[in-house]
Every structure is written in C-alpha cells, then in structure tokens.
C-alpha cells in the first residue's frame, strides 16, 4: 500500500509506539504491548522507515465544500491520543470537536462501528478493518455529491483469514494469545 498514490494514510498508536522505539525512545506502552511493540520493531523491514515516518497524525481536506478530518482516534490539547470512550455520543463527540471546522470526522483505534450524526458534523469510525471477531474486513463508503449532501454505507467483506491467524504462532508473536483473544475471539482455533 505504501506504493500507491490513491491511498491516504494517517498515523495509529501502534506505528508511533514502534517508530519511538526505532528513534531510541520509549514506546508509550506496557506489559504485553510492549513486548509486542519492541518485537515488530526487531522484525521490521527498514525499507519501510521512511514511509511510516512521513504519515501524518491528522489530514483534513474538502471534498464538494465538505471539510473532512481523518485521524486515528481523538487528541488531546498535546496532540497525544484520548483514552478510548466506551460509551461514545455524539454529545460527546462534538464537544471534543468544538471549534473544528471538519463537517465530517473519520476515525478509528476503538474497533467497534460509530456513526453519530450532530447539526454541525458526522462521526464515522467503520469499525477495524481486519479486526474482527469473524473473518470480516469493515469499511465505509462516503459519497458527498455535488450538493454537499453526503450518503454513507457501511459494508462488511467476508474473508479467509485462517493462514494470517496461523502465523502468529508460527513466527512466535509476542502476546499472539492475548492479541488472538482480544482482536480476532479466537478464531484461529477453529483452524487448528
């Protein structure tokens, strides 16, 4: 994907932790994580260092008049990300956004789907692409016509992700059985 030039990116938590880690700085995270970050770190072609490190924490840009945001998940004040909110609204939501002139706000990091829609902006997280205690692949399409009126569609892909699952075990992923459990229930057993 680093390749294509129809493709935008923005930065996660995870690809900052391990660019910290290659530039001689902690990671930020604990426990497993950690564990887990220094080993992608360790496994990690450098041919992908310098696009990783041009990716952007936010990109806001228009499309029809709509100002759209993409970013990972929500900063605070010192452009470091929010603890995940388990109990999103889009009360919530626009008060974190107040004063941004996005009218649509696309984000991911908590895997679960959001859509909240306020008078000033649309909420939009599709869910993890990947991620998912089923073998799906979530996304959303948006489509903002000439007007500015916008029509979002959440679609679910099913995928064969047995060999993927599988070779957590066999490269010996640090923290496969928590990363398995928590992102992926544990479908690889299914495959065994």
Same mark, same amino acid.
């Given at each position: 994907?680093?390749?294509?030039?129809?493709? %935008?990116?923005? $930065?996660?938590?995870?690809?900052?932790?391990?660019?910290?880690?290659?530039?001689?700085?902690?990671?930020g995270s604990q426990g497993e994580e950690r564990t887990h970050?220094?080993? $992608?770190?360790?496994?990690?072609?450098?041919?992908?260092?310098?696009?990783?490190?041009? $990716?952007? &924490?936010?990109?806001? %840009?228009?499309?029809?008049?709509?100002?759209?945001?993409? $970013?990972?998940? =929500?900063?605070?004040?010192?452009?470091?990300?929010?603890?995940?909110?388990?109990?999103?609204?889009?009360?919530?939501?626009? &008060?974190?956004?107040?004063?941004?002139? /996005?009218?649509?706000?696309?984000?991911?990091?908590?895997?679960?789907?959001?859509?909240? &829609? %306020?008078?000033?902006?649309?909420?939009?997280?599709?869910?993890?692409?990947?991620? #998912? =205690?089923?073998?799906?692949?979530?996304?959303? %399409?948006?489509?903002? &016509?000439? #007007?500015?009126?916008?029509?979002?569609?959440?679609?679910?892909?099913?995928?064969?992700?047995?060999?993927?699952?599988? *070779?957590?075990?066999?490269?010996?992923?640090? /923290?496969?059985?928590?990363?398995?459990?928590?992102?992926?229930?544990?479908? =690889?057993? *299914? #495959?065994?």
């Amino acid at each position: 994907m680093h390749s294509r030039s129809d493709i %935008t990116h923005v $930065i996660g938590n995870h690809d900052e932790a391990v660019l910290n880690i290659l530039d001689g700085k902690d990671p930020g995270s604990q426990g497993e994580e950690r564990t887990h970050h220094y080993w $992608i770190a360790e496994h990690m072609d450098q041919k992908f260092l310098p696009f990783l490190c041009k $990716i952007p &924490k936010s990109i806001v %840009t228009e499309i029809n008049g709509v100002n759209i945001r993409f $970013i990972h998940y =929500h900063l605070d004040g010192k452009s470091q990300y929010l603890p995940i909110d388990r109990s999103p609204s889009s009360v919530k939501l626009e &008060k974190l956004y107040k004063g941004d002139t /996005a009218e649509i706000v696309c984000f991911g990091h908590h895997h679960l789907l959001h859509h909240f &829609k %306020t008078n000033n902006r649309l909420f939009l997280n599709p869910g993890a692409l990947g991620c #998912n =205690h089923k073998p799906i692949a979530t996304y959303s %399409t948006v489509l903002i &016509k000439d #007007n500015g009126s916008i029509d979002c569609t959440f679609k679910e892909v099913y995928y064969d992700n047995s060999e993927f699952l599988l *070779n957590y075990h066999r490269l010996q992923v640090p /923290a496969r059985e928590s990363i398995l459990n928590i992102f992926y229930g544990n479908q =690889h057993r *299914n #495959n065994v």
